[in-house]
């Protein structure tokens, strides 16, 4: 392209990429600048790795990486995991097709407030879950459910609201796949399991890292699923934040937050390679 050409290209996206990079980088330059001690809201603003040097001194900080790291990983294969087999059986159209993937997809309508208080009043010590246990005979007494210790409810919420997202991108990515292709394969002796490395995971490798990259970004900074349904001995690295904002603590808060954001672009990036690299001895050559 000539240097006009460029131009031209660039007056065309200013408008929204330059909008949206000036939010960005407006957002990440507080969050930094006020974990170093700048733009205090009580006292003085100067700059120090005081507020760094403690937080990396608190074992509660260490255990919010690791499980807000669990969380937002297992969210996301979780997710992908499920919306794979379903976005291959709807690949073609059949009859009751439509209402199906409409039903599928209704979760990404129910807002995750709402969602997790209705988890938390199926899975209550009293709740329908416990309810239907002790009438079918498996279990003699309810059971606690609710806040285990292990994130299993969190995780159950984040697949629920968030595989339909990744039907979504899966689908599309999924159709667009020729049949000619998995005809050939299938006629050369491939099985299920044999098409789906070889052919329709490398060819969709795009849309799982979306989904995957997405998902875990969401995850691992989501409050309301943490905090409703989440352990009481455990915090993720958002109630971590909004603890020490609720304290008035800004800038312990905001170290917090650029770590979550630096668990969030890693996080991201290691999960994209690493999806990259399990898929390349199946790519079709």
């Known amino acids: 392209m000539t240097a006009k050409k460029w131009i031209t290209v660039l007056a ?14 407006t957002v990440i330059y507080m969050a930094v600048a006020q974990s170093l001690g700048y733009y205090s809201l009580m006292g003085e603003s100067e700059f120090s790795f ?17 499980f807000s790291i669990y969380i937002g990983f297992f969210s996301a294969l979780f997710s992908v995991a499920l919306a794979y087999p379903l976005a291959i059986w709807l690949r073609k159209p059949f009859n009751g097709s439509l209402l199906i993937g409409a039903v599928l997809k209704a979760p990404l309508l129910v807002p995750g407030l709402v969602a997790a208080f209705l988890f938390i009043n199926v899975i209550s010590y009293n709740g329908i879950l416990n309810q239907f246990m002790q009438w079918i005979g498996f279990w003699d007494a309810p059971h606690r459910l609710q806040n285990d210790r292990n994130g299993y409810g969190i995780l159950v919420l984040q697949t629920w609201k968030n595989m339909p997202f990744a039907l979504l991108l899966l689908t599309g990515a999924v159709q667009s796949i020729s049949d000619d292709v998995l005809d050939a394969a299938r006629d050369l002796g491939a099985g299920t399991m044999a098409r789906f490395r070889k052919i329709i995971a490398p060819l969709t490798i795009s849309s799982m890292q979306a989904a995957l990259v997405i998902i875990f970004i969401g995850a691992v900074a989501d409050f309301s699923f943490q905090v409703i349904a989440g352990p009481t001995n455990r915090q993720s690295l958002a109630q971590f934040m909004v603890f020490f904002k609720d304290s008035g603590r800004w800038h312990d808060a905001a170290v917090v937050g650029v770590t979550l954001m630096a668990v969030a672009l890693i996080g991201s990036a290691l999960l994209a390679f690493a999806t990259r690299i399990i898929l390349k001895g199946g790519r079709i050559k």
Not at 12 to 25: K, T
Not at 51 to 64: P, T, V
């Open 50 to 66: 005081e507020f760094w040097d403690k937080m990396l001194g608190r074992k509660a900080y260490y255990k919010s990486v690791r």
């Open 12 to 25: 065309l996206l200013a408008p929204g990429v330059g909008l949206i990079a000036v939010m960005i980088g």
